[in-house]
């Protein structure tokens, strides 16, 4: 796993309270312990290293408590971890501060790993599929229409609403629903947000981390969405649905994943807009937020859009 910066020393100096609260971790231990802050936009993260052994300690950003629902990501944090795609969970507090056993050599698969890295998407795509395929569920349900309508209320409340053009854009996503709903899939075990950063790359296997949006949720919304955060192509879509059935994919799974990918977008940009009305740094949230959404308008107004829906809504 890549470190960014050390953070602020108060910052470090919260790290290691919360770790000396951790049953089995002392203040002094805590205390004598190396932290280095790890990647992160809204939770601070770092690996912990302890003697001869390494951590990871995540410690949830401000005002995550009101929007995650921290029983469920315990539960489904450790059935992934149970079913071998995401590391150990060592502890997990009521207040979501979540102790893990780290992954060592571990790289983001960010586009730039994918690009550089022979066999990245397809390690990638083997733990999602490794994650569908589990023999477990979920303790939670993820609804991206309900997710989307949650969130331009949030803005609204935040006196924050999308322009215009955005708002367009909403509701050209808001009516692929009844397209997708004609013939709903069976609900499967999905991270729902598996960005670069929270798939980890160690050249062998992809692990999973970060199970706060997880649930039970169609399939392709994982892959949908992992490939919009991985700038992928017509060509890396192919090769990514190859690699996840193991053989080309048919038509109609194909189209499912594209209709799904601007709806990704317009989720993805809502969450960056809430991240710019709550005043939160860290990221250049208003920039994404511009050029995702500007991403997901012109995916659905090229003419290949119309025959993935007529494709997805006919099954």
Known sequence: MNTSSTGSVADEGDGRR??????????????????????????????????????????????????????????????????????????????????????????????????????????GATALRRLHDADIAFASTFRVFETIDAYVASLQRLRHPPSDAEQATIRETQALRSALEAHPVAPRPCHCDPTGRNLLDTGERVWLVDWEYSGMNDPMWDLAYFSVESLLDEAGDRALLTAYFEHPPEEKVAARMAVLKPVAEVMAALWALIQVAEGKTGGDFSGYAKTTFKRAAERMGVAEFTKHIAAVRAG
């Open 18 to 123: 919360q770790l000396a609260n951790v049953p089995g971790f002392s203040r002094e231990v805590a205390n004598a312990a190396r932290f280095a802050r790890l990647l992160g936009f809204t939770n601070r993260v770092y690996r912990v290293d302890i003697d001869r052994r390494s951590v990871c300690l995540r410690i949830p950003g401000d005002g995550a408590a009101a929007k995650i629902d921290r029983l469920a990501e315990e539960v489904n944090a450790r059935l992934a971890a149970k079913a071998g795609v995401a590391p150990e969970v060592l502890y997990f507090g009521e207040d979501g501060v979540m102790l893990t056993r780290f992954i060592e050599d571990a790289t983001p698969l960010r586009p730039e790993r994918i690009r550089g890295s022979a066999g990245a998407l397809q390690r």
